[in-house]
């Protein structure tokens, strides 16, 4: 189990970026998957499949997407404030 582990992937929202993403939060994590605003669909399915295959693990909102060009300091700090306050710091 991964409990208390928060984790942000950048370009999680499909791809290797998306599984890794939901194999982290079936196992105990939570993320915050940042991605291109573009990829916000894509992020959807991606929460829904991560629900759906969670029979072990109450995965409720640990999947948050953060609009994420990730050459834009602004937007990481972004996704670092969502990391922060949606799930709180490591080990909490």
Do not use: C, W
Not at 11 to 36: C, E, F, I, K, M
Not at 49 to 68: H, I, M, P
Not at 73 to 88: H, T
Request: no cysteine; glycine share 10%; aromatic share 8%.
């Amino acid at each position: 189990m991964l409990k208390n582990v928060v984790g942000i992937i950048s370009g999680g929202a499909s791809g290797l970026g998306g599984a890794t993403a939901s194999y982290l939060v079936r196992h105990g994590a939570r993320v915050v998957v940042a991605d291109l605003p573009a990829a916000e669909e894509s992020f959807q399915k991606l929460d829904i499949f991560t629900n759906a295959k969670s029979s072990d693990v109450d995965v409720y909102g640990s999947l948050k997407f953060a609009k994420t060009d990730v050459t834009s300091e602004e937007d990481v700090s972004f996704a670092l404030d969502i990391a922060e306050n949606e799930f709180g710091e490591q080990g909490e």
